[in-house]
């Protein structure tokens, strides 16, 4: 259902009619799903059919509009899902399973398309919703059927020709389950998505995240230094074959290898950034290129808190930031995830309960502490245990605790500015 928020008095909307509430049936003849109906349209005129009214045309920027349609959600039930690896008594919506293919437009969240059905498929192909977040996994049908553990996810070749002939552009992923989509596999699935090349974009492959809840749940093994160390092999061996850099591996493969990170060129415009691929090059070359700026003279502590899997790379720039600083004694604090599991590294799921214990014994080793925003909700200051940033600082009694938004141009502007 698209229901009408707003409509601009000076229109030709609101003069044939249509008011705040109205109910939106159709747009142009077609079944009006939700906002992307009107906003493909941007400033064209379309003909609205609105429920109990005349049929009207009007420009699709003079209406505002919700859908009250529930978010499209996953049919699957796979093996590695980390949503069924969470503890009770988090936020809700940590919970929910979306597999919706407007918000891999709208915001970059992967979809498998299991749950897309024709009439779908051709929406997305008529507002060309491009590009598309996809979870491939494996291009073999039956290894797709078992991993999901759904009888109908074995279609996803035939989806992906379908979107790429119709100029729909994709970022793949898979996530990798040691033993079955690696190796061959992995190499199989790359060529025929790179068939799709430039449509399909990349194909990012990560490790499972594997936390401490999976009793009742499918065996995975986690990974080491020497499988990390052949898997990027593989991964260079493919880019080599196509030419480019189309296969990105996340940057854990890097860390577990004792690797150095691919230099930020190797990945593009950062596109699968969100999906922990590139992140650490591009932070390493965002902090290098603000180094000119140090302005800090007043003599401070600071610790950095991350995941145990940034702490050596957290480290190195601390000691840069040291020698470029005056009176600047920074260095990295790795918090171990008791919350999670301690195979969970990254920073992204650090919980407050955890950073703050974990800062409670070392609390007269410094005074002010730098987190990244990424452990909290997006625009709001809560942790993922529910913990507030406001109920951290009196935990840890300390006041000044500094956020880091922006990467490595961010925690060097902390580093080098008093505020």
């Known amino acids: 259902m698209l229901i009408i928020e707003k409509v601009d008095k ?24 939700d906002e992307l109906d009107l906003l493909y349209y941007e400033e064209e005129e379309v003909e609205l059919c609105v429920k109990g009214k005349p049929a009207v ?30 503890p009770k008594g988090m936020r809700e919506s940590l919970y929910v399973k979306d597999d919706d293919y407007a918000m891999s437009f709208e915001c970059g969240n992967f979809v498998t398309l299991t749950n897309l059905k024709e009439e779908g498929l051709e929406r997305i192909i008529r507002l060309n919703l491009s590009p598309l977040y ?4 494996t291009t ?4 797709r059927c078992e991993l999901l553990r759904n009888r109908f996810a074995g279609k996803i070749n035939d989806q992906i020709r379908r979107l790429s002939e119709a100029g729909i552009r994709m970022h793949c992923q898979a996530v990798i389950v040691p033993g079955k989509n690696d190796g061959e596999d992995l190499s199989r699935t790359a060529r025929d998505l790179f068939r799709y090349y430039p449509n399909v974009l990349d194909l990012a492959v990560v490790p499972t995240g594997l936390t401490k809840y999976r009793e009742g749940l499918t065996y995975i093994p986690d990974v080491d230094g020497d499988y990390s160390a052949a898997f990027l092999d593989r991964v260079d061996a493919l880019n080599k074959e ?5 296969v990105l591996p996340a940057d854990e493969y890097f860390v577990k290898a004792k690797r ?10 950062f596109s699968q950034i969100e999906n922990g691929i590139g992140m650490t090059s591009k932070f390493l070359a965002d902090f290098r290129a603000a180094e000119k700026k140090c302005v800090r003279k007043k003599p401070a502590r600071v610790l950095c ?64 502490i ?50």
């Open 10 to 33: 000076h229109s030709a909307a609101y003069r044939g009619g249509i008011r705040k509430g109205d109910v939106i049936e159709s747009v142009n003849g077609y079944p009006a799903v």
């Open 140 to 143: 073999n049908p039956e290894l």
């Open 370 to 419: 730098v987190l990244a925003s990424d452990t909290m909700k997006s625009f709001e200051e809560v942790f993922l245990c529910g913990m507030t940033l406001s109920e951290l600082k009196k935990k840890i009694h300390c006041k000044d605790v500094r956020v880091n938004a922006d990467g490595g141009w961010g925690l060097f502007e902390i580093l080098s500015r008093e505020e």
């Open 305 to 368: 808190v991350c995941g145990t899997s940034a702490a050596e790379t957290v480290e190195t720039l601390c000691r840069e930031a040291n020698g470029l600083v005056e009176g600047l004694d920074a260095h990295a604090f790795p918090v171990v995830n008791r919350f999670f599991g301690e195979s969970v590294t990254c920073t992204g799921l650090l919980t407050g309960t955890d950073i703050a214990e974990a800062l409670l014994p070392v609390r007269d080793s410094f005074d002010e």
């Open 260 to 269: 150095p990170f691919k230099p930020a060129e190797f990945y593009g415009d």
């Open 57 to 86: 045309k009007a420009l699709a920027s003079d209406i505002e509009v919700r859908a009250e349609n529930a978010i499209r959600t996953c049919h699957n039930h796979c093996i590695f899902c980390f949503v069924d690896q969470m």
């Open 134 to 137: 996809i979870s491939v996994h």
């Open 242 to 246: 196509f030419g480019v850099n189309f």
